[in-house]
């Protein structure tokens, strides 16, 4: 157990350290950097989502006054290389894919680039893109993963002979022998469309050569460490690129892709001028990653008393276009599709493949949407098979400490679902359930549970690094290379530097993301920055901490470990009046010669690549879990309906900073909401219709009630002081819970199992539910 | 490409001049000038984080001919924040409910504020939630973006602002 301390910031709704700036309008965006000279950049997609490139030709855009270049792919030093997402080393095993930075051979996608064009103006780069002709020869394509499988589909690659990416396999126990005990087994088929980030900045930013030959970004993005990719890509060493970060206006995983920082670079070297690109936002919702659409099948068998004794599943993803982080997305769809339930017997496989879609790759769940939706489906069906309350099944099944994962491991945080559960059905039922609105809408509820992992891969070998230093003042500079999306991930830093130091969050500046000037801390992607970073903060202010302690008590006369940090003093616990300032101790530090400037390094815990055909073992450091409860209104007139309650909860092991925790849960959950029915892409044989806001349906302030947060606090989580990770895990349980209460409300599921569940599909299933 | 013309007009309390694109809507003209406060989400009037006062009126600025704005006053975010008392203090609110997030629909969200306020908006959460949204954002949810708006509400309601 932690031991007991009295913290006076962390746990607390602090005010985060560039809060004030953002409300102010002050604070800068990828697309609010100029500079004199600068050079506006576009990019020229592919009209085709399958075709074969036969040639480009650029003389007629070269030749437009006021374009300075136009590149293909023959203009890049190494077109071809692998991708990475900042891991330290090289995983291999199938995981790193092909990145290829402009067109060649075959065309995979309307998302793929085939020329780069920077110009004196926007309009002149557009004018010049009109310009380019492109020799296609279109070819017929595959649009679906379960058809790109079958022998003699069309191959999406020039680069491979089939379009299986991936195909991996868990199991345990004897799934056939199982089948044969259960009392009700549930089949069925379930399909999830492909979701869009829709962050409200689009990708963008600008760079320029500095004085010193760097090719110097100004690029907002989630994994700082492309830097590398980007020298590999324009044959330079690691060091002669940089990027300054910039905050995020928003990234939920759709970030973590590489987006302009390539292009900038070739366009940059290529006219030796600054250079800015901003994608539109029709561009941004065509080109960027999707969470990976899943067909899953699942086979659930359970006793008459309510015990779920197997589970045989088997997904098939649409990885689209590029692998990217296909094949860790579908480990975490593997390794989670079982839920967080204790089930003996499970077999889940799962196979990745191209298609000529828009690639999928990270998408806030990372693989764990997907499966959670089709098991919280199947819970319920189950329940009402078996005539067993739907809350009470899952109650028999749910996961406790000691538990194993399919794959044998152990989690060694805390498992709270049951007790999260309890707390959310408490709530949602604390009012007896109407049948009906006074307006004739009928009212349906359900709740839906799931756990999903915080912290990256563990064969990953995941680290991070944060520096400190003091100020003569006894103010502090924290450098942490943390890319910041929104979620607060550097102000959390800030206030643990606070509180170790005993000081308030204004005497903490955070220089956050510059690859050139801050430790490296890994991406901002896995729920894993306050995990990586937090601990990697900790053990820093820990090492400053036993550096002051002997000054402060050789000055105090009293031995280090009777000293406490606070109120801006170094005092003696058991007497707190005798104390001496925080800057005279570190100024006494400085006369003597000590260092006031620290990095420390956090590792996760490491493992090696799972055997593909048989996982075993630990994957991931430990895992989030989460309940949501929710009532809705279905409209059986029309098919609509209208979410009237949403109840989110969380063992958060530790809350850091109250407000970030709760605006993780309440904009977690609004991120997923409208996943089943609204949000839809309406792709069409690889083209995306919807794509911008008018046509891609987000929820607005008015279509949502209040979230109504519950968070426990365990203290069972690896972060500092027993932290777990919010950020992703917030929306998982939520889409499942919305369909699972239109099934209650409307009391059939039929159509219930694919997305878009449209409200014309409710409406189809009403009247068939009325024929009967 | 496309003629150039001047137009005159009043910015965050300031008269200025500005070259602007015949056809260019007024988010661009006032990007173009360094008012980064106003953000680009979408250019086709669905996201509302470009939301300015045009004459006192919550507007979409890139719904908004920059050309048609001559001889009229706009005032961003930044601008309102250091003049006006009212949303000095809804930024402060933001800052203290937690209603910030990856920050990007801010501006517009305050400004959206703002003219609900300033019209005599009360403390009503629905009514704040429709008064709000034409302000897409995907960070917070609008709980604690309700909250801020509300808790201004209510100072007013108590004559404390």
């Keep these: 157990m932690m031991q007991k301390r009295n913290l006076k910031l962390v746990g607390n709704a602090v005010p985060r350290h560039d809060a004030a700036a953002k409300a102010k309008g002050e604070q800068l965006y990828s697309d609010d950097w100029t500079m004199p000279n600068m050079l506006y950049a576009k990019v020229l997609r592919s009209a085709y989502p399958?075709?074969?490139?036969?040639?480009?030709?650029?003389?007629?855009?070269?030749?437009?006054?006021?374009?300075?270049?136009?590149?293909?792919?023959?203009?890049?030093?190494?077109?071809?290389?692998?991708?990475?997402?900042?891991?330290?080393?090289?995983?291999?095993?199938?995981?790193?894919?092909?990145?290829?930075?402009?067109?060649?051979?075959?065309?995979?996608?309307?998302?793929?680039?085939?020329?780069?064009?920077?110009?004196?103006?926007?309009?002149?780069?557009?004018?010049?893109?009109?310009?380019?002709?492109?020799?296609?020869?279109?070819?017929?394509?595959?649009?679906?993963?379960?058809?790109?499988?079958?022998p003699g589909a069309y191959v999406v690659s020039s680069e491979d002979s089939s379009n299986e990416i991936m195909r991996t396999q868990v199991q345990c126990g004897d799934i056939e022998e199982a089948f044969k005990r259960c009392d009700v087994i549930i089949e069925d088929d379930y399909q999830t469309t492909p979701h869009e980030h829709a962050y409200i900045e689009t990708e963008g930013g600008m760079g320029w050569l500095d004085e010193n030959g760097v090719i110097t970004l100004r690029v907002g993005v989630q994994v700082l460490e492309h830097y590398r990719t980007v020298a590999k890509i324009m044959g330079l060493p690691h060091t002669k690129v940089r990027n300054i970060g910039v905050p995020m206006g928003g990234g939920f995983g759709g970030k973590e892709d590489i987006t302009v920082e390539t292009y900038l670079a070739l366009l940059i070297a290529a006219t030796r001028r600054p250079v800015k690109m901003v994608w539109t936002r029709e561009e941004s919702m065509e080109t960027h990653a999707k969470r990976h659409p899943e067909y899953l099948h699942y086979k659930t068998g359970a006793t008459k008393d309510g015990k779920i004794l197997a589970q045989e599943i088997s997904i098939v993803m649409d990885g689209g276009s590029y692998t990217y982080l296909t094949p860790w997305v579908q480990m975490y769809s593997t390794y989670g599709a079982v839920g967080p339930y204790n089930v003996p017997n499970v077999h889940v496989q799962s196979v990745s493949a191209f298609t000529n879609n828009t690639f999928s790759s990270a998408n806030r769940g990372f693989g764990g949407p997907q499966v959670?939706?089709?098991?919280?489906?199947?819970?319920?069906?189950?329940?009402?098979?078996?005539?067993?309350?739907?809350?009470?099944?899952?109650?028999?099944?749910?996961?406790?400490?000691?538990?194993?994962?399919?794959?044998?491991?152990?989690?060694?945080?805390?498992?709270?679902?049951?007790?999260?559960?309890?707390?959310?059905?408490?709530?949602?039922?604390?009012?007896?359930?109407?049948?009906?609105?006074?307006?004739?809408?009928?009212?349906?509820?359900?709740?839906?549970?799931?756990?999903?992992?915080?912290?990256?891969?563990?064969?990953?070998?995941?680290?991070?690094?944060?520096?400190?230093?003091?100020?003569?003042?006894?103010?502090?500079?924290?450098?942490?290379?943390?890319?910041?999306?929104?979620?607060?991930?550097?102000?959390?830093?800030?206030?643990?530097?606070a509180e170790e130091l005993g000081l308030d969050m204004e005497d903490v500046h955070a220089y956050i993301m510059d690859t050139h000037l801050t430790p490296l801390c890994g991406t901002t992607t896995a729920t894993r920055q306050l995990y990586m970073s937090g601990n990697a903060t900790l053990k820093a202010t820990a090492i400053m901490k036993e550096r002051l302690l002997p000054v402060a008590s050789k000055l105090l006369g009293y031995p280090s470990e009777n000293l406490a940090f606070g109120d801006h003093s170094i005092y003696l616990v058991n007497n707190p009046a005798i104390r001496i300032p925080f800057v005279t101790v570190v100024g006494h530090l400085s006369n003597d010669g000590g260092e006031l400037e620290t990095i420390a390094q956090f590792n996760a815990p490491f493992t090696e690549v799972p055997d593909l055909s048989d996982i075993k073992g630990q994957l991931n450091p430990d895992l989030t879990y989460t309940c949501h409860g929710v009532e809705v209104a279905v409209d059986e007139e029309t098919g609509m309906y209208e979410i009237l309650r949403l109840i989110a909860a969380v063992d958060?092991?530790?809350?850091?900073?109250?407000?970030?925790?709760?605006?993780?849960?309440?904009?977690?959950?609004?991120?997923?909401?409208?996943?089943?029915?609204?949000?839809?892409?309406?792709?069409?044989?690889g083209i995306t219709k919807a794509n911008n806001f008018s046509t891609y349906y987000i929820p607005t302030a008015a279509d949502m009630p209040d979230v109504e947060t519950i968070i426990m606090e365990s203290g069972g989580g690896l972060g500092p002081y027993g932290a777990k990770g919010v950020g992703e895990p917030s929306d998982n349980s939520i889409a499942p819970a919305v369909v699972n209460a239109i099934r209650d409300a409307i009391g059939t599921d039929m159509n219930l199992n694919?997305?878009?569940?449209?409200?014309?599909?409710?409406?189809?299933?009403i009247k068939a539910r009325d024929s009967k | 490409m496309s003629e150039k013309?001047?137009?005159?007009?009043?910015?965050?309390?300031?008269?200025?001049?500005?070259?602007?694109?015949?056809?260019?809507?007024?988010?661009?003209?006032?990007?173009?000038?360094?008012?980064?406060?106003?953000?680009?989400?979408?250019?086709?009037?669905?996201?509302?984080?470009?939301?300015?006062?045009?004459?006192?009126?919550a507007v979409k600025s890139c719904t908004v001919l920059a050309a048609a704005c001559d001889g009229h006053e706009i005032w961003t975010d930044k601008g309102l924040g250091l003049s006006t008392k009212l949303t000095a203090r809804i930024q402060d609110a933001f800052v203290e409910c937690g209603s910030v997030q990856c920050g990007f629909c801010t501006p517009g969200m305050v400004v959206a504020a703002t003219d609900y306020l300033k019209n005599g908006g009360k403390p009503d959460r629905t009514a704040i939630r429709e008064a709000i949204s034409g302000n897409l954002c995907r960070c917070t949810g609008y709980v604690k973006i309700v909250d801020a708006i509300y808790k201004v509400a209510k100072d007013i309601e108590e004559g404390l602002l």
């Design chain 1, 50 to 150: 399958a075709a074969i490139l036969r040639g480009v030709n650029t003389k007629k855009a070269k030749a437009l006054p006021g374009v300075h270049a136009v590149l293909t792919a023959d203009d890049v030093p190494l077109n071809e290389d692998i991708t990475k997402f900042g891991q330290m080393r090289d995983v291999g095993g199938g995981f790193e894919g092909l990145y290829k930075v402009l067109a060649r051979g075959k065309i995979r996608s309307k998302s793929e680039a085939i020329a780069l064009v920077a110009a004196e103006t926007e309009e002149i780069a557009e004018e010049a893109l009109k310009l380019i002709e492109v020799d296609y020869e279109v070819t017929e394509g595959v649009f679906d993963p379960r058809e790109a499988l079958l």
């Design chain 1, 372 to 497: 959670n939706f089709a098991c919280e489906r199947q819970m319920d069906r189950i329940a009402d098979a078996l005539g067993i309350d739907r809350v009470e099944l899952r109650r028999r099944n749910l996961m406790h400490n000691g538990d194993r994962l399919p794959t044998g491991f152990i989690p060694q945080g805390h498992i709270g679902v049951s007790e999260i559960m309890d707390k959310v059905e408490a709530e949602l039922n604390k009012t007896k359930k109407p049948d009906r609105l006074p307006d004739g809408r009928k009212i349906g509820r359900a709740i839906a549970v799931g756990h999903m992992v915080y912290g990256r891969l563990t064969f990953m070998h995941d680290s991070s690094r944060v520096s400190i230093r003091i100020e003569l003042d006894g103010s502090v500079t924290v450098r942490a290379g943390v890319p910041d999306l929104g979620g607060g991930q550097a102000s959390v830093i800030c206030q643990i530097v």
């Design chain 1, 652 to 685: 958060a092991g530790k809350m850091i900073n109250k407000n970030s925790c709760e605006g993780q849960m309440e904009g977690g959950c609004l991120y997923n909401a409208w996943w089943p029915t609204h949000e839809d892409l309406q792709w069409r044989n």
């Design chain 1, 754 to 765: 694919k997305m878009p569940i449209t409200p014309e599909k409710i409406l189809a299933a």
């Design chain 2, 5 to 57: 013309i001047n137009i005159k007009l009043k910015i965050n309390g300031v008269f200025v001049t500005l070259e602007v694109l015949a056809h260019q809507n007024l988010l661009r003209a006032l990007r173009d000038n360094y008012y980064w406060d106003v953000k680009c989400g979408c250019e086709v009037g669905e996201c509302g984080t470009c939301t300015v006062l045009l004459d006192g009126q």
